[in-house]
Structure formats: C-alpha cells, structure tokens
C-alpha cells in the first residue's frame, strides 16, 4: 500500500516540488518557474504537474505535506514587507537606527546600512521599566496602552512588535502589553521574549522587528494555501521548514515567520545530512547552486553545522555587519549570488564580473526569452554546449540559443574577445566566486576544505560541481539522483525540531539548579508544545541541553552542547571540560584561573522523522563487459581558448547500476544536466548516483 509524502520548495527562480511513496522509495519530481507576484500560483503549477504524472490524486496525500519558501528573506531583502509598527521602553525609540555601532567597513566615509524594517515613525514609546535583575520597577498603565493602542490603530499597522528593555529577563510587561495590544486591535503581535529572549538590546529588537514586518507576508500566503490544499482533497497538514533543519507546524511558522528565513537552503543541507550517512561519508560538502544564489555547507560526522545568528539583508552581500544580526538559530551555511540567473556585467577597470544581480524567474535569463536582455550563467552555459536548448526541462520549456548568444555578445564586444572566449570566462568568474566564498567561510571556521567529497545538487549545481571541486582540491563528487530537486526531497527527511534559548547570565560556579532547571523546565515546556502541534508523540520528543558561555569579562561568547535527556545532563567539571574543548579548538588555548560565565541556555527539542524505504533509484545492474552508449553526441567547449570537441550526451535513466565512463560527457535528465569534464571517471552507484572521481594528473 502506497504512502505518499509530498514535498515544496519555493525558490528564487523555480518552484520544486517531490512526490514520495515512503512504502516503496519511489520518486517523482516536477520544477515549474516561481511567481515572485503570487507564490501560490507556482506551487500550483508544480504540484498540479507532479500529480498528473504520477498519477496520484490529492486525496490519497494523508501525511503532512513539508514546504520550504524563500518568502520571508525574498520580502526582507527586497523590503516588501507589511506595515508593521514596534513598541518600546520610553527613551529606546532609536535603538534600530542606532544599531550596536559596529562599522563593516572601518574607513567608508558614506558608509551604508539597510533601511530598517521599521521606520522611526512607525516606532512607538511607552513609559514602563524592569531592571536588569528582572524587577518590574514601573508597569505600564492602562490608559497609556488605552491611548498607544488609539495611535496604532490610526496609522493602520497590520501588526506589531513590542520589544521591552531587559524583557529576556522577566517578560511580565511585555506580555501584558502584547496581550493588550493584540485583544484592542485585532493584528498580529509578537514579543520579543517569545521571539529572542536573549541579551543585547539591539539584535533581540531587529529579531522581533523582522517578524512583526513578515507575519502580515506569510499569514495570508498560508492562509490561501491551506484553503487550496483543502479545497482540492488533499488529507495532509501543512509543515514549514525552519532555518535549523527542522520543522514545524503552519500555524507555529506563522507567529514566528523570522525562523522561516534560511527555509529552502536548510532543507539542502538536510537532505545532504541524509546522503552523508547513507553512504558513509564523515564529511561532505553540500554545494546547491539554484538558479539565484548557490549555498556551501559542510555535514561533518553526519550533522551539518549549526549557528545561533544569522545576517539577512545585507547591504552589501559579501560585508559582514551590513545586514540585520538576526537571533535565529540556523544551519551554517555560506550564501553568495551565483546562480543560473547570475548576470555578467564589467566593471568600473572593465573587468567581468558575475552576479551578485540576478535575472530571478521573471524576465529569467536571456535564452528564457520572457524578456530578458543582460546575459546570465545559464546564456554562458548554452552558450558552451553544456545546455540542450531542446531538452530544458524536458522538452516544456524550450530555450533560445541565438537570445543567449547575443545577450553574451554584448558583454564580448565590451570586452573585446569572442563570444564563445566570454562565455566560458563567465563560467570560470562564476564558478571561482563559489570556491572562494566555500573556501573562506570554511577557514573562518578553521577548516581545511582539500580532498572533501562534494554533493552537487540544485539546478545549476550539477553543470559547474566539477569545475568547483577542482578549484576546491577535491577529487570526488556525487550527483544524486533527482539532484535538482534535492531540497525539497530533503524536507522530508528533516527532523521535526525547535531551538530555543533564553539568557540567564550566571556565573557557573554560581548557578542555582532549581533556577536553572526552571529555565529549562518552560523551555520543555515550549517544545512539547510546538512537536505536538506537528503532531509528533509526547514518547518520541527528545531534548538536547546547551550553553553560551565565556570566560568572565570577555564581550563574545561560544556555544556549548552538553548533552541529551528528559533534565539537565551534565554536572559542573563535565560543562568546564566541554568549554574548554571548544575553547581550545576556535582559538588554540584556554585561560587559566579565569571563571567561566554562562550567558544563554539553550534547549533542542526534535523527533526524528518517520522512515522511509530506500529510494528506488529506478535502474538495474550493468551487463558484465557492456559499457553505457549514449544517446547522442554534441559539440561542448570546456574552457576559455579551447575549442569546441565532440562529446557523448548519457540520458540519465538510461544510465545502469555499474555503467561506467569518462569525461568529457554530459547526462542529461528532465530538469538538470551532469557536466563531467575532462580528466574525470564517472561510475554508476548503487543508489544511482554518479559517482566522479578525478584522475591523476
């Protein structure tokens, strides 16, 4: 009997969706363009497709249905976000213009932030105070909130943030202004205790401010797809993907959009989790190149890395600090503009660059032809031959090779070479950009990134993985099966998960247990809560324990796990032992004689996801001595001032467990093309991966 689970991801250019049969392991995939004016109507065409073709009616989906979205950073960065209004202690009504000071660029003397996502004139004061020891020194009146809750009203917000001082610390005023504010005005209210109950003013603020700004964004976009999956029969709940690799219900996602704002690039790394530890691998560098941004993140010992903050909005992509510090837990990734719609443009030394603009779904890149006139990655890649104009997408959406050519010879003519010579420097531009911002995040984390296997996947990821890995060092790549769609398959091997904190600045030879196992207690508390809701068994709910921490008197702090159960694991000398291994491997030292502070707890609760049986990767084993023919040849360039050579074109499908061959050779499948460049093998897995290994030179 069949069990099917049904997966989305809405992406900058293409709306992904994955058909599932759990029982069976098998697939079915379909990618249509997103709309960026009404996701909805992509997640339509895409899922509306898939279920035609593999012949499933909505009604037999009864499991919760996963949908990963770039909704809410899409909003933020492009500052599409709803009227949102923030309320605050008398006296801190300039804290989002302030900022924490810090300076990205210490000599810029016009140096630039993001307009925050709350405008002074929409920021509101009222008198109230609770101190930093968590005493409420003066409540907020009732004719003050009577009178603020007058003034939102008149400016016509559709929601609010309130973010009090010291609120992490006792959220007695703040709830009750939440409470009040919400009861008389009937929009959504989020506080920042529910949000970010964390130290530091400023980062909690922009936290609650980026949700107040999306709730009125993603309300209504779920809303609507809840009535359709409805109307349509579909059995199954609505779960969103988090930024953590985890997920939760629609309606948890909703009171807290921020968490949704790293939704799709976590559900890569996921299902890079999955095919870590499927095929053995202690570490994995999942590369998805989309057609918008491409994302790097390391799985190592089975787990991708996670971080406590996440940058979104940046001013400028590649400045750290130009962006809004948002308290989000969120897998480790790094995020540069390289997609398939990655635009090539020369700079002010007539130099060629790549990205970071991008010509998204609409117009899309010039061989789209919907408009587009700038040459994008994707131009460059027919351009080359990597591409089949014909078979994009399987045939459904033809391109327009004499569009890409003209679109990459106006970038030629500016920089006086021929356009196939161009065309292949905007492949090797936009395919350096990728291994440098890997390389970089991955020292800045003190990680050497030589000889790691890399998962390609992601629509424009299988045509330029090998050419990254070489840059890389790397001699192995895997392209799954499906590569193009893996996110949304990793939705549904994700978790169902919430990271919580709240700070608590203690001294650790200080803490009071039963404080701490109070904290502890309402932060179980709140992940029961948020796994019930997506339907998850009290019996199957784990929890995993945390600390930020420092050294007394240091300003930063590292965060610490320390172990999993129903209470606190961990006893003081097993916390000290933990902090200094960590300690000692950021910075090679540790400091003697020196207390060590605890600022935040942390608490994970999570249920792993119901099993699936092995993907059937829908082939047999090879013949003995039988190598694969190709279904066709075509003439592909592979580097600048090469010419144009002759090279076998492998249908995916036709491509058997064992089958092996060598490079130069492109396989192609319906929504994605394996490029193998010369001086790589490739051998047939048994999950039907293609496996390439790099000779020596």
């Known amino acids: 009997m069949s069990d099917w689970r049904l997966a989305v991801d809405v992406g900058g250019t293409f709306t992904d969706a994955v058909l599932l049969d759990a029982a069976t392991g098998a697939v079915t995939v379909n990618k249509a363009l997103t709309t960026p004016t009404n996701p909805l109507q992509g997640v339509q065409a895409a899922v509306g497709h ?24 899409n909003a933020l960065i492009e500052n ?16 989002l213009l302030i900022r924490d000071e810090h300076r990205y660029d210490m000599y810029d003397l016009q140096i630039e932030f993001p307009d925050p996502p709350i405008g002074r004139e929409l920021t509101f004061e009222i008198a109230e105070r609770t101190a930093a ?18 003034e939102l009203g008149r400016a016509r917000v559709e929601s609010v943030a309130v973010c009090l001082l010291n609120s992490y610390v006792n959220p007695a005023n703040e709830r009750l202004l939440a409470g009040e504010l919400g009861r008389q005005l009937g929009v959504p209210v989020c506080a920042s205790a529910d949000i970010s109950p964390q130290i530091r003013e400023y980062p909690r603020m922009i936290t609650a401010a980026c949700n107040a700004a999306t709730m009125p964004i993603i309300g209504p976009y779920l809303d609507e797809l809840q009535k359709w999956l409805s109307a349509g029969g579909f059995g199954g709940s609505v779960l969103m993907m988090l930024s953590n690799g985890g997920v939760v219900s629609a309606d948890d996602a909703a009171a807290a959009p921020i968490r949704l704002v790293e939704s799709g690039p976590a559900a890569g790394a996921l299902a890079a989790r999955w095919f870590a530890r499927r095929m053995g691998e202690d570490r994995l560098l999942a590369f998805d190149m989309g057609g918008t941004t491409a994302k790097a993140t390391l799985v190592a010992q089975g787990e991708p890395a996670l971080t406590t903050t996440f940058e979104v909005a940046r001013r400028y992509r590649f400045k750290k600090g130009s962006g809004f510090p948002v308290s989000v837990p969120s897998v480790d990734l790094v995020e540069i503009g ?8 020369l700079d002010g030394f007539n130099l060629l660059k790549v990205g970071p603009e991008s010509a998204g779904a609409d117009p899309g890149p010039a061989c789209y032809g919907r408009g587009g006139e700038q040459a994008a990655v994707t131009d460059a890649d027919v351009v080359l031959g990597l591409l089949d104009p014909d078979a994009f997408l399987g045939g459904d959406m033809p391109l327009d090779p004499g569009r890409a050519e003209a679109a990459v010879a106006v970038v030629a003519a500016g920089l006086g070479l021929p356009v196939v010579d161009t065309a292949a420097g905007m492949y090797e531009v936009v395919s350096q950009n990728m291994a440098a911002a890997a390389r970089m995040h991955a020292v800045e984390r003190g990680v050497d990134l030589r000889g790691v296997t890399v998962l390609a996947f992601g629509g424009a990821g299988p045509p330029h993985a090998c050419r990254v890995a070489e840059l890389l060092e790397s001699k192995r790549v895997v392209f799954p099966v499906n590569a193009s769609v893996l996110s949304a398959f990793g939705t549904l091997v994700s978790p169902v998960r919430i990271d919580l904190a709240r700070s608590m600045p203690v001294k650790l030879a200080l803490v009071d247990p039963a404080e701490r196992d109070g904290l502890l207690d309402e932060l179980r508390q709140e992940g029961r809560r948020v796994l019930r809701g997506a339907g998850v068994p009290e019996s199957e709910i784990s929890f995993r324990y945390g600390i930020d921490a420092r050294y007394a008197g240091q300003g930063n702090e ?42 935040t707890w942390r608490l994970s609760a999570s249920a792993e996801p119901a099993a699936i049986a092995p993907v059937d990767p829908g082939v047999g084993p090879a013949a003995a001595g039988n190598p694969p023919q190709p279904a066709s040849t075509r003439t592909a360039v592979f580097g600048r001032r090469q010419a144009r050579v002759e090279v076998p074109v492998f249908r995916r499908a036709d491509l058997v467990v064992g089958a092996a061959f060598a490079g130069p050779a492109l396989v192609e499948e319906r929504e994605t093309t394996s490029v193998i460049r010369p001086g790589w093998r490739v051998r047939v897995a048994g999950d039907a991966s293609l496996v390439a290994i790099r000779e020596e030179t």
Do not use: C
């Not at 599409?80 to 804290?95: E, Q």
């Open 50 to 73: 898939l279920l035609r073709s593999a012949g499933v009616a909505p009604g037999e989906i009864t499991a919760p249905i996963v949908h990963a979205t770039t909704l809410i950073t």
């Open 80 to 95: 599409k976000t709803g009227r949102a209004a923030l309320v605050t202690t008398s006296g801190f009504g300039d804290t």
């Open 133 to 150: 020891t968590g005493e409420v020194l003066v409540e907020p009146r009732a004719e003050a909130i009577a009178a603020l809750a007058g």
């Open 338 to 345: 390289a997609g398939g719609g990655s635009l090539a443009h």
């Open 558 to 599: 590292i965060t610490v796990w320390v172990g999993d159960g129903p209470a606190w694991p961990a006893g003081d000398e097993e916390v000290v032992s933990a902090f200094e291994a960590e300690y000692r491997r950021i910075y090679g030292m540790t400091i003697d004689d020196v207390a060590i502070e605890v600022v």
